[in-house]
């Protein structure tokens, strides 16, 4: 075929370090902002993000000639720096080594948008940690509990 057509759909979560929280709402805007800057250099279209005191969810296409880990990476390794440049936090930011990356078909991209939009009502009911087993579970990924997640640091 002479072009690359793909239509591909992820929601890529992962939390800071340690798990510190990112309370000031300023800040978390400031994060989405920076973090679709990026993805937007890497030819991917953000359709929902949202940046909670403990994690992010983003959802987003890949663009063909990039990979999710190389997505995160990204991501992680430009945000990072730009947190500790602006000295957003006391001591150096960073995110956790690992991520959870659950695709989606065209048909449930609405309904993820508004899980993802809606992320403060729904940990009203959920913690994060229930909810990203649930992901888990709900796309089979076999995972050890022991190292799901990390309470100090990487």
Partial sequence: MANAYSKLYVQIVFTP???IQITNLDLRILV????YGIL???SCHVLAMKCMPD???ILTSIHPDRSVSEIVRTIKANSSK???EI???PGMFHWQQGYGAFSYSQSSIPNVVHY???QEEHHQRMSFEDEYKSFLNSFQID????YLFDRATD
């Fill in 55 to 57: 994690h992010i969810h």
């Fill in 17 to 19: 370090r340690g798990r």
């Fill in 143 to 146: 995972y050890n509990p022991a």
């Fill in 40 to 42: 937007d250099n890497l």
């Fill in 82 to 84: 730009h947190l500790n």
């Fill in 87 to 89: 000295k957003a936090f």
């Fill in 116 to 118: 993802i939009n809606n």
């Fill in 32 to 35: 989405e902002k920076y973090i």
